[in-house]
């Protein structure tokens, strides 16, 4: 597949060209949608040859409307730039052509139109791509006994199973389930993953600022240890045949994430603010929200200086548990007698605390809010809970059409559809985020005595100051 050419042009603008640091993003952004862990046959990948079928419409076809393109971005959620899929990668590997995720399928998309490398993705859906690729591939791999064949078959052929186990895969697309990276830790000591273990639904986070961030701990509770970088690598654990492919690829996720994911920027909010407006929110930001989220001061050029967030205990913020429950005192286990207990660690004082009050920039393009991507609307998380929309549409989310300028975040149900879209939610439809689902609570996030206090006008301001940040 040809080197995607990133089309970054909110970034480009002539007056801040010069500047050192968007240049970095800008190559930063290229590298990372570009880049994959594939090696030795090792990594997130589909059964060989698949693939060919999905570039020979894919690639020859460019000009005219791809067909299978835009199955697999409606489906699925794929991202699609330029006509082409984002993290999706045809790598040739003795004679066979695999197809093979990268980072950037779950960790890019797009946020009111606008693609942004290193924004999670919204929309995509794992259980389905799973489901799917294994029935395809049960078929593909019959009769085929080349060994090399078989090596990266097989594999293909596990990762699509656990990606669509129905105990403890995600409920709705746009949600990815930290389960199917602890299923490792069972296969690593020879045990099969109980199917009780839980889900731990949560939205892929965005990653600029990571660099910073991973001294305080990684992923959104801070109980896994940043120093060691190997958490990082969680997404492809499994898929791998052992963590001898995270020990070999060990130097280039340092790099990835010191050198690469470290000069993203934050895309700008792509359309006017109000600036006397925003100062005002600044103000009410700093009472009411700063002492959680933190600073958010920035240098001579208008960019980021990215610090550390904090966690808050969970008795404080009161979201949704499911997901701090998931690191267990059996996982932690797990993975101190593992064999690979030397590289990652866990930050113990942290263990089923809290979540991170996460560093607010780029916040605009960072919907649904909260951990488990609970709360459509910056405008809904300064509401109490009962108040906010149980139910809201995931689907084409990072589109322009679902973007809400006013209240930030996605558009909602109208009256009339409203009820139609309630019942298909109880059902089960996978396009609607339904809050009575297990881990998609959209409790808590409400603070009394800071929030009570704020008028509409108070809460459009904070709203405008944020999508300065
Ligand atoms: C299947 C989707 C998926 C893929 C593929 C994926 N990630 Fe992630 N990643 C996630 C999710 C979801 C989280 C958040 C987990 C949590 O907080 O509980 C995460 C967390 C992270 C974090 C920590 C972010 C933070 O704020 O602490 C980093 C860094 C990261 N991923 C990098 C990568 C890299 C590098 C790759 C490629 C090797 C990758 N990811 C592949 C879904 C994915
Ligand atoms: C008592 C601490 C605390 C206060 C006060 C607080 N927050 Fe938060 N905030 C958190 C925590 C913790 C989270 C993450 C919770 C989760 O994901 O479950 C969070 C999450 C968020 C998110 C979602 C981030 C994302 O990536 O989805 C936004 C936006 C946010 N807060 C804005 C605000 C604003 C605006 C205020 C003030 C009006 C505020 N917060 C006040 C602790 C706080």
Same mark, same amino acid.
């Given at each position: 597949m040809k080197t995607i050419t990133l089309l970054t042009l909110l970034f480009l603008s002539p007056s801040l060209f010069s500047s050192e640091r968007l240049q970095r993003h800008n190559k930063a952004a290229e590298v990372f949608t570009n880049w994959h862990f594939f090696e030795n046959g090792r990594g997130m990948s589909i059964s060989p040859n698949l693939s060919r079928f999905m570039w020979m419409l894919g690639e020859n076809r460019r000009d005219k409307s791809d067909p299978i393109t835009k199955f697999i971005e409606k489906r699925y959620g794929f991202?699609?730039?330029?006509?082409?899929?984002?993290?999706?990668?045809?790598?040739?590997?003795?004679?066979?052509?695999?197809?093979v995720l990268g980072c950037?399928?779950?960790?890019?998309? @797009?946020?009111? /139109?606008?693609?942004? !490398?290193?924004?999670?993705?919204k929309t995509i859906d794992p259980y389905k791509v799973g489901r799917d690729t294994y029935r395809i591939q049960k078929f593909w791999g019959l009769g085929n006994r080349n060994p090399d064949y078989k090596y990266i078959h097989d594999k293909a052929m596990y990762f699509s199973k656990v990606t669509s186990d129905k105990n403890i895969s995600s409920l709705t697309r746009g949600l990815v389930p930290d389960s199917t990276i602890k299923?490792?830790?069972? @296969?690593?000591? /020879?045990?099969?993953? !109980?199917?009780?273990?839980?889900?731990?639904?949560?939205k892929a986070p965005h990653l600029w600022g990571i660099k910073e961030k991973r001294h305080a701990g990684v992923f959104n509770d801070g109980s896994l240890s940043g120093d060691s970088y190997a958490w990082i690598f969680g997404a492809e654990l499994f898929a791998s045949d052992s963590g001898e492919h995270l020990r070999a690829v060990m130097p280039k996720v340092k790099w990835l994430t010191d050198e690469v994911l470290a000069n993203l920027l934050p895309p700008k909010y792509p359309f006017k603010v109000n600036h006397p407006l925003?100062?005002?929110g600044k103000v009410l930001f700093n009472n009411?929200?700063?002492?959680?989220?933190?600073?958010h001061n920035k240098d001579d050029n208008g960019y980021p200086i990215y610090t550390a967030p904090k966690v808050i205990p969970n008795h404080v913020v009161k979201t949704d548990d499911e997901k701090l429950k998931a690191i267990s005192p059996e996982f932690v286990k797990l993975v101190e007698t593992g064999s690979l207990a030397d590289l990652l660690e866990f930050n113990y004082e942290n263990l089923q605390k809290g979540y991170f009050a996460p560093k607010l920039w780029g916040i605009w393009s960072r919907f649904p809010y909260l951990h488990n991507a609970s709360v459509p609307t910056l405008y809904q998380l300064m509401i109490k809970p009962e108040k906010r929309s149980p139910i809201f549409s995931m689907y084409e989310a990072g589109d322009a059409h679902r973007f809400d300028k006013k209240n930030v975040g996605l558009t909602l149900f109208d009256k009339k559809e409203y009820p139609k879209a309630l019942r298909k939610a109880k059902k089960g439809d996978r396009d609607i985020y339904y809050i009575k689902r297990e881990g998609q609570s959209n409790s808590g996030h409400y603070f009394s005595k800071r929030f009570d206090p704020l008028s509409h006008e108070d809460k459009m301001a904070i709203i405008e100051y944020l999508k300065t940040l």
């Open positions: 991202t699609v730039v330029d006509k082409k899929l984002v993290g999706v990668f045809n790598v040739k590997y003795k004679n066979m052509d695999v197809g950037t399928a779950c960790h890019s998309g @797009k946020a009111a /139109g606008v693609f942004v !490398p290193g924004l999670g993705n299923t490792y830790f069972y @296969k690593d000591h /020879g045990l099969k993953y !109980p199917k009780d273990m839980g889900r731990a639904q949560v925003a100062s005002k009411s929200c700063l002492k959680c989220h933190g600073d």
